[in-house]
C-alpha cells in the first residue's frame, strides 16, 4: 500500500472523546454521518418507548418535508401504536377493520389536541401536528385502545423499545444536538452537543429520573 492510499484511509478512521461540554470530532470531507450510542440508565425498571433526535444548537429545528404515516385501526387495535411524526407532518388514521365497527379516535394531549369523530370502516382521516412533544391518543368507543404519536423537530431519529444502543443515517455534517424523548414522565436526559464531519460512534447519552417535588 502506497502513502497516499495509507492518507485515504486514515482519512475514514477517527475516535473523539466525549467530554463534561459535549462531543468533539476531528474533521472530515463526509457530507453526510452515521451517529451511534448508547441511552443508559441506572434502574431495576428502566422506561421503555424513547426515541432519540437531533437539532440545530441554534434554532432546535432542523429543516424538513415531513412525510404523511398512517395509523391503521384493525381488530381493535392501532397499528402501529407508536410512531414518530416530524414536526407539521400529518397522520392518517384509518379505519381497516373486517366487520362494521366504528372508532372515534382523540386525544388531550397539550399543543396537539384533537377529536375525530365517529369514524366508519373505510374512513380514513388526517391529523397534523404542529407542537413537538408526546401526543397520547385513544378510541373513545373501545377503552383498551391507545397509542402514541412522538412529535420531534427533526427529521433524523431513532425509536428504542428500552434504554441501549442507537443508530441514526445520513446526518449532514456540522453541529447538532442529541435529544431523549420519554414516555415515562419519571425520567429526563440531558443533551449532549456534537460536532458531525464523518462517521461517529459512541455517544453516550444517560437517563436520569427527576426529583419529586
Excluded at 105 to 129: E, H, P, T, W
Aim: contains cysteine; positive net charge.
Amino acid at each position: 500500500m502506497d502513502g497516499r492510499s495509507l492518507w485515504r484511509l486514515f482519512g475514514i478512521v477517527f475516535c473523539f472523546v466525549v467530554t463534561s461540554s459535549g462531543v468533539i470530532l476531528p474533521a472530515s470531507k463526509s457530507q453526510a454521518a452515521t451517529l451511534s450510542g448508547e441511552i443508559t440508565v441506572k434502574s431495576k425498571r428502566p422506561p421503555r418507548n424513547l426515541v432519540v433526535y437531533l437539532t440545530r444548537p441554534d434554532d432546535g429545528t432542523a429543516a424538513a418535508k415531513p412525510k404523511p404515516v398512517q395509523i391503521h385501526q384493525r381488530d381493535r387495535k392501532f397499528s402501529p401504536s407508536r410512531i414518530v411524526v416530524v414536526q407539521g407532518g400529518a397522520v392518517e388514521f384509518v379505519n381497516d377493520e373486517e366487520q362494521d365497527i366504528d372508532h372515534n379516535v382523540y386525544s388531550l394531549s397539550k399543543g396537539n389536541k384533537f377529536d375525530i369523530g365517529l369514524a366508519a370502516r373505510g374512513a380514513g382521516d388526517q391529523v397534523f401536528f404542529t407542537k413537538p412533544g408526546i401526543v397520547k391518543y385513544f378510541c373513545s368507543v373501545h377503552k383498551n385502545m391507545e397509542g402514541t404519536v412522538f412529535v420531534v423537530p427533526s427529521p433524523h431519529f431513532a425509536i428504542l423499545k428500552k434504554p441501549g444502543d442507537f443508530e441514526i443515517l445520513d446526518v449532514p455534517d456540522g453541529d447538532w444536538v442529541v435529544n431523549v424523548s420519554i414516555s415515562h414522565r419519571r425520567y429526563k436526559a440531558s443533551p449532549v452537543r456534537v460536532t458531525i464531519a464523518g462517521d461517529t460512534e459512541d455517544v453516550v447519552v444517560k437517563l436520569k429520573k427527576k426529583s419529586r417535588k
